[in-house]
């Protein structure tokens, strides 16, 4: 884990992936912040260390040879090449939040979720395998689970949108009943009732006990759903900005976002020679213009 102080007073995370999740790196953060707010100055008298004067800091030199230097230089190379073919941007949507949610009766992580779908039919004229990060934080060990957020009722209430021809009373009622659909699918999530960790375990001890990989995950079928052209993910705290991450497969999508009260952000990725940015901005923008529009009026 790294932290990243800008000079406008800012602090940026960058983590790996594989030993942890941002859950725990939120929590983290969210406690020396709090801390830092209970206890704004320290003073010498605070803290013995900083009466030590024979605190000897000693600067440690690596000697690598021209090999190690020419790996190292290589791999710089390398990481620098697939920074520079992907593209981020950071879109916020102000004046629209979790409390236009709660009198509409809709969940706000439905909401977004119906704003990616909606979008991206706007865009591509096709609905995507689609990926939601749902945290087991609750068990011992705990990590991820996966939410299928593309539900029939999703894909009814984003048809519905893109036709543009049903009522706001009709709208809301269908965007109500993808929230219902979309809520009791993460609970189940959340209390280790998924199927999609439980299909990876499978394949894995299939694979690792050198038996025959099961037909059903050589299926198109398969295959397909898991070739995820939108991951997303959420974070929630009032102290965090925005954050995002990679597309999990060339032609895809990778869609950080919040929802607070009174707006809404989406940090999103794309690789340059497979999608184009500006399109993914455009329809995420018009999304949740009209979703507000349905909503507020």
Excluded at 11 to 21: K, L, M, P, T
Excluded at 81 to 87: A, C, D, G, T, Y
Excluded at 165 to 174: A, T, V
Excluded at 258 to 272: A, L, P
């Amino acid at each position: 884990m790294s932290i990243i102080f800008s000079n406008n007073g800012l602090a940026g995370i960058n983590f790996e992936h594989a030993w942890g999740d941002g859950v725990a790196i939120m929590r983290f953060f969210d406690d020396i912040l709090n801390d830092n707010l209970k206890h704004e100055y320290v003073t010498a008298n605070e803290n013995d260390f900083l009466n030590q004067s024979d605190i000897n800091v000693e600067e440690i030199t690596f000697k690598v040879s021209d090999d190690i230097r020419n790996t190292i230089d290589e791999a710089k190379s390398k990481h620098l090449r697939h920074v520079e073919s992907l593209e981020f941007n950071a879109f916020r949507r102000e004046g629209f939040g979790k409390k236009d949610c709660k009198k509409a009766k809709v969940g706000p992580d439905a909401l977004m979720q119906l704003a990616f779908q909606i979008a991206h039919l706007n865009m591509k004229g096709t609905f995507a395998p689609t990926y939601e990060s749902c945290s087991t934080a609750i068990y011992k060990h705990g990590r991820t689970e996966t939410v299928r957020p593309l539900t029939k009722e999703m894909k009814i209430c984003a048809e519905a949108f893109a036709r543009g021809q049903l009522s706001r009373n009709e709208l809301i009622g269908l965007m109500q009943g993808c929230s219902t659909a979309h809520m009791e699918m993460t609970k189940n999530a959340a209390t280790g009732k998924g199927w999609d960790r439980h299909f990876f375990a499978l394949r894995g001890l299939a694979t690792r006990e050198g038996k025959d990989v099961p037909k059903i995950f050589l299926d198109p079928a398969f295959k397909s759903i898991n070739h995820i052209i939108l991951s997303t993910s959420t974070l929630s705290s009032t102290s965090f900005g925005v954050g995002g991450f990679c597309p999990v497969v060339p032609d895809g999508f990778g869609l950080g976002y919040q929802i607070r009260q009174q707006d809404v952000g989406v940090c999103s990725s794309v690789y340059k020679k497979n999608a184009s940015m500006a399109d993914l901005v455009s329809s995420l923008e018009s999304t949740f213009n009209s979703l507000a529009q349905t909503i507020q009026t």
